[in-house]
């Protein structure tokens, strides 16, 4: 069978982030995820595409973030791509949310929420496209 | 429909904000906004009653976490109640409601909060 996907481009602003984590909610649905785990989906992807629209592209928002929605029989892929500052997966360095609320602060929270919800995150840069890219991919139970 | 919306009533010593809508990093502003609106006029003792908030990611968390301190040395708290399903898993995933007070319904969080109120 055919996995289905689509794609979605935004501006790297934040205005769109309702839109896309709508979309993300619906697609979760779509693709049999229950309600809760929608909703923790659609939480993921508005940290990665902020994290893109704050970090990657320092909050300007003349650039272009890319998703894609891949449905398998086994998960749902949520693909971003773009062109700003990418990171790697194997720089990554999660908040340990004991030690956090024992010295609050703003921000650190996102990837935390990331990895929480979601079954894997994984971050990828294409040398040849010279695009980074953050997958989000929740298992169907 | 805005993305946010906020009302805030004042109930004794108590300020209730009432967020609805979805906290992102587009709305957060607005968000942090209210919040430090009361800590600046001496509001210390803040409900964030979140029945009608369908959404909040870490940027709005950071709101809260940013403030806590703040309200907390000046003998006050930011309480929060009436949380849908997915606000409260974000809250709780992050070890959040070992931070704060959280209740089911507004009147149990006017009450927690009633005797510390000023005789």
New interface residues.
């Given amino acids: 069978m055919d996995h289905a996907q689509f794609r979605l481009i935004i501006p790297s602003q ?2 769109y ?2 839109l896309v ?1 709508g979309l993300a909610k619906r697609a979760s649905l779509v693709a049999g995820l229950d309600e ?1 785990t929608a ?2 989906v ?2 993921a992807v ?2 990665a595409v ?1 994290n893109v ?2 970090h990657a592209y320092r909050g300007e928002g003349e650039h272009s973030v890319e998703l894609e929605l891949r449905f398998t029989e086994k998960a749902l892929e949520v693909h971003i791509w773009h062109t700003g500052q990418g990171i790697h997966s194997d720089q990554l360095v999660l908040p340990d ?2 030690e ?2 024992k010295h ?7 990837l ?2 990331m990895s ?2 979601m079954d894997e995150v994984q971050f990828r840069a294409d040398a040849a496209t010279g695009r980074n890219e953050c997958c989000l991919i929740k298992k169907i139970s | 429909m805005a ?1 946010l919306s906020i009302a805030v009533r004042h109930i004794g010593d108590v300020v209730v904000i009432l967020p609805a809508g ?1 906290i ?3 709305t957060v502003r607005e968000f942090e906004g209210a919040l430090e609106s009361q800590v600046q006029q001496g509001r210390y003792k803040i409900l964030l009653n979140c029945k009608d908030l369908n ?1 909040i ?3 709005g ?3 809260i ?2 403030l ?2 703040t309200v907390r040395d000046n003998d006050g708290d930011i309480l929060l109640c009436e949380l849908q ?2 606000v409260f ?2 809250f709780d ?4 409601t ?2 704060y007070r959280v209740f089911s319904e507004e009147a149990q969080a006017l009450a927690a909060v009633a005797p510390e109120r000023k005789a």
Avoid at chain 1, 104 to 110: A, I, T, Y
């Fill in positions: 934040t205005r982030l309702n984590t809760a909703a923790k659609s939480i508005d940290e902020t629209i704050l949310p004991k956090y609320i609050p602060r703003k921000g650190g929270l996102g935390l929420l929480r919800f | 993305d979805f992102n990093a587009h959404y990611s870490s940027a968390l950071g709101a976490m940013g806590i301190e399903e997915n898993a974000i995933t992050l070890g959040f070992q931070l």
